[in-house]
């Protein structure tokens, strides 16, 4: 057994961690047309996708006789801010040239056979939930090019958000006013985050790293008071 001097000396320890990635999940390994296509995504919410690291879905890749050109497809994810990390669903050719350009190979999130060895067994994930703080309550209007951040919070806005504002916070958000802006909740991974708005007309909308942008929001719920929240790794948009 190690004495509290050694234990001090080891420089890490290995833990399993569960993390929130991004999934880009292509139909196509073109990067020219995936290149256009992500600049506009990224420009609608610049700094939701800055830096957030990324995995690369090929399932429907994987029945072609192809293998993509990951060189080019990661210059292009770089290119956005976005960090590549790895893939899944691919077929055996794809993971080897995934493998080969620095690639994790990534398992299915119901498979986990890592044929731990039997006398050191992994722990189990954890979910990390950060502890609420209070609530942050602003009561101004929030324009375009601001950004409100509630740090182990909730957030409470009194007032019209609006397109180009940002909000953000590591609980819950209310907006009382219409919501035209973005609208990140659960930032460091709440999953039981959620947004309620009397007027939805965002131009994001996000819980614990999944999103919706305007274009994928159903018609029949703008302009109306709802809430939104995460199940089964869905956003779900329900009218108050």
Known sequence: MLNSSQAHDIPFEIRAGSFNLLVLKLTSDSAEAI?????????????????APVILDLHELAGRDHVPDFEALLEVLR??????????????????????????LLSEGKHHDNHPAADH????????RP???G??????????????????????VIAPVSPGAELMADGN?????????????????????????????????AIGGHYKISENLDG???GKPVQIMLRDNALIIQEL
């Open 131 to 133: 502890p609420r703080q």
């Open 35 to 51: 290149a256009g296509l992500l600049a506009a995504r990224v420009q609608q919410a610049p700094d939701f996708f800055r830096h």
């Open 79 to 104: 290119k956005s801010g976005l960090t590549p990390v790895g893939v899944r669903g691919g077929n055996a050719e794809q993971n080897a040239a995934a493998d080969a350009a620095g690639l994790a």
């Open 173 to 205: 958000i209310h907006v009382y006013g219409s919501l035209r802006g973005r609208a990140m909740a659960g930032v460091k991974g709440d999953l039981d985050a959620r947004i309620f708005c009397r007027d939805l007309q965002a131009e994001l909308i």
């Open 220 to 222: 029949s719920v703008r």
């Open 135 to 156: 609530t942050k309550i602003i009561d101004q209007p929030i324009r375009s090019g601001q950004r409100v951040y509630a740090n182990d919070a909730d957030l409470v």
């Open 121 to 128: 067994p992994l722990p189990a994930p954890e979910t990390v």
